[in-house]
Protein backbone atom coordinates (compact mmCIF):
# COMPACT_ATOMS: atom_id res chain seq x y z
CA UNK A 1 0.00 0.00 0.00
CA UNK A 2 2.97 2.15 0.73
CA UNK A 3 4.64 4.01 -2.75
CA UNK A 4 8.08 3.66 -2.54
CA UNK A 5 10.57 5.42 -5.21
CA UNK A 6 14.03 4.82 -5.37
CA UNK A 7 17.00 6.97 -6.77
CA UNK A 8 20.77 7.73 -7.11
CA UNK A 9 22.13 4.80 -8.96
CA UNK A 10 24.29 5.25 -11.84
CA UNK A 11 27.63 3.72 -12.83
CA UNK A 12 30.68 4.51 -10.86
CA UNK A 13 34.26 3.32 -10.82
CA UNK A 14 35.41 0.66 -8.20
CA UNK A 15 36.04 2.69 -5.36
CA UNK A 16 33.56 5.27 -5.91
CA UNK A 17 30.66 6.22 -4.10
CA UNK A 18 26.85 6.65 -4.57
CA UNK A 19 23.91 7.42 -2.29
CA UNK A 20 20.56 6.26 -2.67
CA UNK A 21 17.67 7.42 -2.22
CA UNK A 22 14.01 5.95 -1.41
CA UNK A 23 10.83 8.58 -1.13
CA UNK A 24 7.91 7.01 0.58
CA UNK A 25 3.93 8.19 0.42
CA UNK A 26 1.34 7.40 2.63
CA UNK A 27 0.39 7.66 6.52
CA UNK A 28 2.62 7.62 9.49
CA UNK A 29 5.91 6.26 7.89
CA UNK A 30 8.01 6.35 10.91
CA UNK A 31 6.14 3.65 12.03
CA UNK A 32 7.79 1.30 9.14
CA UNK A 33 10.94 -0.39 9.40
CA UNK A 34 12.85 -0.15 6.34
CA UNK A 35 15.00 -2.27 4.36
CA UNK A 36 17.58 -1.95 1.42
CA UNK A 37 17.54 -5.09 -0.82
CA UNK A 38 19.35 -5.92 -3.93
CA UNK A 39 19.15 -8.01 -7.30
CA UNK A 40 21.95 -9.18 -9.96
CA UNK A 41 21.32 -10.34 -12.96
CA UNK A 42 20.21 -14.28 -12.63
CA UNK A 43 20.70 -14.00 -8.75
CA UNK A 44 18.27 -14.15 -5.82
CA UNK A 45 17.38 -11.17 -4.19
CA UNK A 46 19.79 -10.29 -1.29
CA UNK A 47 19.25 -8.29 2.20
CA UNK A 48 21.80 -5.48 2.51
CA UNK A 49 20.20 -3.13 5.10
CA UNK A 50 17.46 -2.38 8.00
CA UNK A 51 16.64 0.73 10.17
CA UNK A 52 14.00 0.69 12.38
CA UNK A 53 11.19 3.23 12.15
CA UNK A 54 12.33 5.64 14.82
CA UNK A 55 14.69 4.54 17.82
CA UNK A 56 18.01 4.64 15.44
CA UNK A 57 18.67 0.66 15.21
CA UNK A 58 20.35 -0.42 11.85
CA UNK A 59 21.68 -3.96 10.79
CA UNK A 60 23.94 -4.75 7.53
CA UNK A 61 24.35 -8.24 5.78
CA UNK A 62 28.52 -8.86 6.38
CA UNK A 63 29.45 -8.30 3.02
CA UNK A 64 28.60 -4.29 3.37
CA UNK A 65 29.65 -3.95 6.98
CA UNK A 66 31.68 -1.19 7.18
CA UNK A 67 31.15 0.13 3.52
CA UNK A 68 27.50 1.10 3.23
CA UNK A 69 25.01 3.42 5.60
CA UNK A 70 21.66 3.38 5.84
CA UNK A 71 19.81 6.32 7.23
CA UNK A 72 16.17 7.74 7.40
CA UNK A 73 14.95 11.15 7.89
CA UNK A 74 11.23 10.74 9.06
CA UNK A 75 10.12 14.49 8.77
CA UNK A 76 10.47 13.78 4.96
CA UNK A 77 9.58 10.35 4.76
CA UNK A 78 13.40 9.43 3.15
CA UNK A 79 15.30 6.30 3.24
CA UNK A 80 18.72 6.61 2.64
CA UNK A 81 21.83 4.29 1.49
CA UNK A 82 25.22 5.93 1.26
CA UNK A 83 27.83 3.22 -0.24
CA UNK A 84 31.19 3.57 -0.46
CA UNK A 85 34.12 1.54 -1.40
CA UNK A 86 31.90 0.18 -3.90
CA UNK A 87 32.93 -2.90 -5.60
CA UNK A 88 31.76 -4.83 -9.05
CA UNK A 89 30.05 -7.67 -6.99
CA UNK A 90 28.11 -4.55 -5.75
CA UNK A 91 26.89 -3.91 -9.22
CA UNK A 92 22.59 -5.11 -8.39
CA UNK A 93 19.36 -3.25 -8.87
CA UNK A 94 18.89 -1.90 -5.23
CA UNK A 95 15.55 -1.79 -4.38
CA UNK A 96 13.87 -0.12 -0.24
CA UNK A 97 10.73 -1.85 1.51
CA UNK A 98 8.67 -1.30 4.09
CA UNK A 99 8.70 -3.68 7.01
CA UNK A 100 5.88 -4.31 10.27
CA UNK A 101 9.14 -5.31 12.13
CA UNK A 102 12.85 -4.23 12.16
CA UNK A 103 15.77 -6.51 11.32
CA UNK A 104 14.00 -8.87 8.53
CA UNK A 105 16.63 -10.35 6.43
CA UNK A 106 14.10 -11.99 4.12
CA UNK A 107 11.64 -11.06 1.21
CA UNK A 108 8.87 -12.13 3.17
CA UNK A 109 9.74 -9.79 5.79
CA UNK A 110 8.68 -6.81 3.89
CA UNK A 111 5.60 -5.81 2.28
CA UNK A 112 6.03 -2.65 -0.30
CA UNK A 113 8.48 -2.55 -2.46
CA UNK A 114 9.89 0.22 -4.90
CA UNK A 115 10.60 -0.39 -8.89
CA UNK A 116 14.19 -0.31 -7.54
CA UNK A 117 17.46 1.86 -9.04
CA UNK A 118 20.49 0.17 -10.90
CA UNK A 119 23.59 0.82 -9.74
CA UNK A 120 26.91 -0.67 -12.08
CA UNK A 121 30.37 -0.51 -10.36
CA UNK A 122 32.98 -0.66 -13.13
CA UNK A 123 36.33 -2.18 -12.51
Known amino acids: QVGLVESGGGTVQAGGSLRLSCAAS????????MGWFRQAPGKEREFVAAISGSDGRTSYADSVKGRFTISRDNAKNLVYLQMSSLRPEDTAVYYC????????????????WGQGTQVTVSS
Open 26 to 33: GRTFSSYA
Open 97 to 112: ATGRYYGGRHRYDYDS
